[in-house]
């Protein structure tokens, strides 16, 4: 039985002073659902330090994006020992956001990924597929290219590599987040949901191993919210939830929490 991952997603949002007050308050709130689900926050590079120093056994604290490199000329970029530095849990990479705005590829993600998983650090994986590519049928295909691509690209062969060394809390992470659905209020159906992650979990059965992908949590996001997130917790592939707007208030956030208690 996978333990459930929520992580909020809270992008380029709230200044370092709004993102200590909102997360301290988020730790308050949600400190009685942390004994049946992992939770975390994913903020902005520039609030992590002050996170990390508030951030109890509650909440664990992500990077929204770090380099495969430890160091380097590579300005504006954070690298994994940086993280690891702070007492950060992880990063989460390939962002269908980044990948639309930043120049991210399956490549340049997948060797993100590996760099924290080797350290010994979580990665949240994000894969998608555009409205277009789903009605074009490309979303096998799309899915398929962005994990296997990626794990090549990392040259992560290694069931081991993605567990770590605690079973109940495996390194690796993957989001399945239609691109049609972030931010839209148009959330997949359970039954899309069901879908996509019955196939990332074959997928990587196929490029690890079935052991390893039994392990893996695969969340689902795109306008989770507290109304839909049981429906979602439901389907025995999902995880877990990647929740952007609605983890912007504390709330609202341990709202969402409560609601996907199963
Ligand atoms: P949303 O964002 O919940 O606002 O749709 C999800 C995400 O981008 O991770």
């Known amino acids: 039985m996978r333990r459930k991952l929520i992580v909020g997603n809270w992008k380029m949002h709230k200044t370092v002073t709004e993102a200590q007050q909102d997360f301290v308050r988020f730790a308050e709130l949600a400190g009685a659902l942390a004994t049946d689900m992992d939770l975390g926050i994913s903020a902005p590079a520039i609030s992590l330090p002050a996170l990390a120093a508030t951030a109890g056994r509650v909440v664990s604290v992500y990077a929204q994006n770090s380099h495969w490199e430890a160091q380097g000329a590579f300005t504006g970029e954070v690298s994994v020992p940086m993280l690891k530095d702070l007492g950060i849990a992880g990063s989460v990479i390939g962002h269908s956001e980044r990948r639309q705005y930043f120049g991210e590829t399956n490549e340049t993600a997948g060797k993100r990924v590996a760099a924290l998983l080797k350290s010994g650090m979580e990665a949240i994986f994000c894969i998608g597929e555009t409205l277009q590519e789903r009605e074009a049928g490309m979303l096998e295909k799309v899915l398929r290219d962005q994990l296997i691509q990626g794990f090549a690209a990392g040259e992560l062969v290694q069931g081991r590599e993605v567990i770590g060394s605690n079973p109940i809390r495996p390194l690796l992470s993957v989001a399945y987040e239609p691109v049609w659905a ?81």
Not at 203 to 223: C, K, W
């Open 182 to 262: 972030i931010g839209t209020g148009k959330a997949a159906s359970p039954v899309e949901a069901a879908e996509a992650h019955a196939l990332v979990r074959k997928v990587l059965a196929e490029v690890f191993d079935v052991d390893t992908a039994a392990r893996v949590r695969i969340l689902y996001g795109g306008s989770v919210k507290p109304e839909n997130v049981a429906t979602y917790f439901q389907v025995p592939d999902v995880d877990g939830a990647l929740v952007g707007g609605a983890s912007l208030k504390p709330e609202a956030f341990a709202e969402l929490g409560t609601k996907g208690r199963v």
